[in-house]
């Protein structure tokens, strides 16, 4: 391992940074070919959302990508942006913000280092094989340096791996564990199969509200590549502003965005529609990574029973099982995907505050949080859909 000096440089556009270097970070997989493991860190996917004015001026949300180079060669990268808000993140710090302006602070701007409007789990301090301790090491000092030099409130690291949080939490950050609900492939060879593992009634449920769903009046696709056409960006834009002006007050991403998907992300895209007298009135946009799917967004001109889980949960689970993903990620919130096979599991990020006194009361709400996250985690799975075996019944 070199001694060289490790430079740290904040860009305020992706187009700095050459996507050869970027990727060679986020996923060194694809050099061989292989699809990334996750798609979200790409510098294609990162390109699209600044390209498209989805992040960037007006949107609260201020590249300033990281990259970590030693001995020329651009070791580590992270996707870093100075916050005016904390809308789009999915771990909320509402409550700290306020917290933090009532004691006369001013918490915004504040740095996340994250991808934008995304809850998926997944590297955020992005490292280029060989470089793992150093770099990440390099990139939150960099981080937390700008930070304090600029005398912002924060630094917030979201959606980390564990293992990400565990060595972050080794440096002196702050380590906060929420909950989503995934999917996860127990070797099925077949929808059915994972239909078997369930108990008979939540199966019989299953059964019910997918046949119910199919009976909606046309049929349903599910398409990736080139079978996704101009035409249906159009009529998924219409889904996608509909269901984003219901939960956010207006949608995070721009049309713009959705023709950037059709040129550079399709093959990273499986869309599921449902399409009645020859038109989409309903569809789920995911994305494909090497061993996991994500499901993303969802939204419908017409409403029809159990059509939003045919397309968002149990096609998703499909067209896993069928090319051999581990694990279904569908989103934030929703303990409706409780019964749908979509268990609850533990999610991570880290903080930095540079009040020490606001850092160690985050630090006592953290501790008591956690461990009522863990319980929580473990109460709901109690409760999961799938059958017991006989000592669990017994208990």
């Known amino acids: 391992m070199s001694d060289a000096p490790i430079e740290i440089t904040a860009h305020p556009t992706l187009a700095a940074i050459e996507a050869s270097d970027w990727d060679a970070c986020a996923c060194p997989e694809t050099v061989t070919g292989d699809r990334p493991v996750d798609p979200f860190t790409t510098h294609r996917f990162l390109k699209a959302l600044e390209d498209s004015g989805s992040v960037g001026t007006g949107s609260g949300w201020q590249p300033r990508y990281l990259t970590a180079r030693q001995d020329g060669q651009v070791i580590a990268v992270a996707p870093l942006y100075a916050k005016g808000h904390s809308q789009g993140e999915y771990i909320f710090d509402h409550n700290w913000a306020h917290a933090y302006e009532n004691a006369g602070g001013r918490y915004y701007p504040k740095l996340q280092i994250a991808v934008p409007f995304t809850p998926a789990t997944g590297r955020r301090f992005l490292t280029r094989p060989g470089h793992e301790a150093t770099g990440m090491s390099a990139l939150i000092q ?14 917030h690291a979201t959606f980390c791996t564990e293992a990400e949080a565990l060595a972050g939490a080794e440096m002196g950050l702050l380590h906060r564990i929420g909950q989503q609900y995934h999917w996860v492939n127990d070797g099925y060879a077949d929808f059915d199969g994972f239909l078997a593992a369930l108990s008979s009634r939540k199966r019989k449920t299953l059964r019910k509200e997918r046949a119910q769903a199919n009976d909606f009046g046309g049929e349903i696709v599910a398409l990736t590549g080139d079978a996704i056409r101009p035409e249906h960006w159009d009529a998924f834009w219409v889904f996608y502003q509909d269901t984003g002006a ?40 995911n994305f494909i990574g090497r061993d996991t799917l994500y499901g993303r967004y969802w939204g419908c001109t017409e409403h029809h029973p159990f059509l ?7 096609r998703a689970i499909g067209f896993a099982i069928a090319h051999g993903m581990q694990k279904v990620e569908a989103g934030a919130q929703g303990e409706h995907k409780l019964a749908r096979g979509y268990l609850p599991v533990p999610t991570h990020s880290l903080h930095w505050f540079g009040d020490s006194g606001f850092k160690d009361a985050v630090a006592r709400y ?3 949080e956690r461990e009522a996250v863990d319980h929580e985690i473990e109460v709901l799975t109690s409760y999961g859909p799938f059958r017991k075996t006989e000592i669990e019944e017994q208990q």
């Not at 960099?142 to 912002?152: F, K, Y």
């Not at 049309?255 to 399709?266: T, V």
């Not at 939003?308 to 149990?314: D, P, R, S, V």
């Open 142 to 155: 960099g981080a937390v340096q700008i930070a304090a030099d600029n005398q912002l409130s924060s630094v």
């Open 246 to 285: 219901r939960k956010w007050g207006q949608p995070y991403l721009t049309r713009k965005f959705f023709d950037l998907a059709h040129e550079i992300l399709r093959d990273d895209m499986l869309m599921v529609l449902a399409i009645r007298d020859d038109r989409p009135v309903a569809g789920a946009l």
């Open 308 to 314: 939003h889980f045919e397309l968002c949960y149990y």
């Open 366 to 368: 953290l501790e008591a």
